[in-house]
């Protein structure tokens, strides 16, 4: 099993661009879908989460009122729509899959078990 995340680019400062996470032999409503990213040198950070159940998401203090994390599940996807987009917001950007999130341990990566290989997102100042 093996997610894909996709959208990835460069965009100037103040663009936006839309993450795609797709899964393979994985139906992703049954699972909480969590977006992190890591920078060149830097830990992986968390991004933003979807619970599974009930749809409550949760946000890294630095993308609040940016970012948007929700779910097509017509099409087995998980989108995140980055807006307002800035140069410290570079990084790879992970889409994970876990079925025992809960409240505590959404913010860790450790908790997911289902990984994919990342997508590149640039920011030009």
């Known amino acids: 099993v093996q997610l894909q995340a996709s959208g990835g680019g460069l965009v100037q400062s103040g663009g936006s661009l839309r993450l795609a996470c797709t899964a393979s032999?994985?139906?992703?409503?049954?699972?909480?879908i969590g977006w992190f990213r890591q920078a060149p040198g830097k830990e992986r950070d968390f991004v933003a989460a979807?619970?599974?159940?009930?749809?409550?998401?949760y946000y890294g203090d630095s993308v609040k009122g940016r970012f948007t994390i929700s779910r097509d599940s017509a099409k087995n996807t998980a989108i995140l729509q980055m807006n307002s987009l800035k140069p410290e917001d570079t990084a790879v950007y992970f889409c994970?899959?876990?079925?025992?999130?809960?409240?505590?341990?959404?913010?860790?990566?450790?908790?997911?078990?289902?990984w994919g290989p990342g997508t590149l997102v640039t920011v030009s100042s």
């Open positions: 994970a899959a876990g079925s025992t999130i809960i409240t505590s341990n959404i913010y860790n990566p450790r908790a997911y078990h289902y």
């Open positions: 032999a994985l139906t992703l409503d049954d699972y909480a």
């Open positions: 979807v619970k599974r159940s009930g749809g409550t998401t």
